[in-house]
């Protein structure tokens, strides 16, 4: 499922869950809803290391159709407020406060009048990786320095993998996966 599906199919699975019956109204329901990132461009956000975690610009807008019509969005402390509003609440927060959230969120966030809480990691700040499962994932996706992932793994206390030389025509995963898996994938 891309993006774009998954934000039509997540409003309407909150829809189902808060509603017994078409007849039953949405009084008093409230969520959270938990995203991490919002890149400039939908193809890097379906790469396969990035689509659990990433939206693109027109996924992240059609969610927010979609969430408008399901609910009403709100601030984070008002969605924690008990409430009997006819139409639920969502409050959106954003994990780890990625520079992409400032830069591709905000200014659709702004556009629709929709508050948003972004939370910041400050444990990152300074580290130029980020967070090691973004390290590996981007590692292995594109070449970078194999160094670079053996850092990410030890400052998580991962077990290492073997210091070896790239030469510039092996990809990264060639350190991990023996050629025989790789050639029957």
């Not at 009048?113 to 994932?137: D, K, M, Q």
């Not at 594109?142 to 160094?147: E, K, L, R, Y």
């Amino acid at each position: 499922m891309n993006g774009l599906d998954l934000a039509q199919d997540l409003a309407q699975r909150l829809r189902g869950h808060w509603r017994r019956s078409l007849a039953e109204p949405l009084w008093g329901r409230s969520a959270i809803i938990v995203l991490h990132r919002v890149l400039p461009s939908e193809q890097e956000a379906r790469l396969p290391h990035r689509a659990p975690w990433c939206l693109g610009p027109e996924s992240f807008e059609r969610l927010l159709v979609a969430l408008c019509d399901v609910a009403r969005l709100v601030s984070l402390p008002t969605a924690m407020q008990l409430h009997h509003d006819p139409k639920a609440r969502i409050a959106l927060t954003f994990d780890a406060g990625w520079r992409d959230n400032a830069d591709v969120a905000v200014p659709l966030l702004e556009h629709y009048a929709i508050p948003a809480s972004i939370f910041v990691n400050t444990a990152w700040l300074g580290h130029p990786g980020g967070h090691w499962r973004e390290v590996i994932g981007e590692g292995l996706w594109q070449v970078v320095a194999a160094h670079r992932i053996r850092e990410a793994m030890g400052d998580a206390c991962l077990p290492l993998p073997p210091c070896l030389q790239l030469t510039p025509t092996m990809p990264i995963a060639a350190l991990y996966w023996p050629t025989s898996c790789s050639s029957a994938r």
